[in-house]
């Protein structure tokens, strides 16, 4: 078996590629990436590395050649414009190269009346995969908790969580657990060739959220949003700030509130609980 993951030297496309080598040899293992000078750690286990550029179909062709499974992890670009150029490029290869199982990394803001900058991209990668006449899975990631670690010191020091999505509620997965999926269903058939939406068992409120981040930090976090136009010029570092504000936006419709049992279906138990999580991750 030929296992390929692409962004590998990504934070989620590292985790697979650990999780992975717990499950096949890593011999059986090849990596697309972008700096090969990030990705000399895993040379040494074995695993082939390769440098891809998604913009040259040609690197990803060689790549791909003989690919059992292919783990797509897309890359960070923050307009669909670009990601979905970008999955042109990858889908022609990918057919050209006659890859037998394409396993990609979707969110869970793919719906048509989400305003997310990237709902565009995410909406557009199932369909056009349907089309494509290649085999896939989808695995949807609900919003990542991981962000909320680094996050900690600095609500502690607002007293507040100020995500600008009202009433409405969030839904959270780790990295890690997210990883441990793209694994199993990578080196499970019988899992492939659907489409999951990985989440914990419950969303937050974020009166809720702030609890949990009160309960994990033994400080006191309360909420107290502020506005969308305020969040985007807050974080809009590395010109994120209205991908981020916009990614909100559609969580203030309820449209990041997603809760699914996928994740037990492919793993057996239950996503790890937020405050779980939280108390693992944060010092």
Do not use: C
């Amino acid at each position: 078996m030929k296992y390929v993951i692409t962004g590998a030297t990504g934070h989620l496309g590292t985790q697979i590629t650990t999780e992975l080598t717990r499950l096949v040899n890593p011999d059986d293992i090849s990596l697309g990436v972008h700096t090969l000078r990030k990705a000399m750690m895993w040379a040494t286990l074995g695993i082939d590395i390769n440098q891809i550029d998604y913009n040259d179909e040609t690197s990803l062709t060689k790549l791909l050649d003989n690919a059992d499974v292919f783990i797509y992890v897309p890359s960070k670009s923050h307009d669909s414009f670009s990601r979905v150029t970008e999955l042109e490029h990858v889908i022609a290869a990918a057919q050209q190269a006659h890859v037998k199982q394409l396993i990609a990394m979707g969110f869970i803001a793919d719906q048509a009346n989400n305003p997310f900058d990237l709902s565009a991209f995410y909406g557009y990668l199932p369909r056009r995969l349907a089309g494509s006449g290649l085999h896939y899975t989808i695995l949807r990631n609900a919003l990542y908790a991981d962000p909320l670690v680094p996050y900690l010191p600095e609500l502690i020091e607002r007293q507040h969580v100020i995500y600008p999505v009202g009433g409405q509620s969030l839904s959270f997965i780790s990295q890690a657990d997210s990883a441990k999926a793209f694994a199993k269903v990578a080196t499970t058939p019988s899992l492939q060739n659907h489409v999951y939406t990985l989440t914990q068992a419950r969303n937050y409120s974020m009166p809720e959220l702030a609890a949990v981040l009160s309960d994990v930090s033994g400080q006191t976090i309360t909420y107290q949003p502020v506005f969308a136009t305020e969040f985007e010029k807050m974080y809009n570092q590395g010109n994120e700030g209205h991908m981020l504000s916009s990614m909100y936006a559609g969580g203030a419709i309820g449209l990041l509130d997603t809760v699914s049992d996928d994740y037990q279906t492919i793993m057996g138990h239950e996503a790890t609980p937020l405050k779980e999580f939280l108390q693992q991750s944060y010092q």
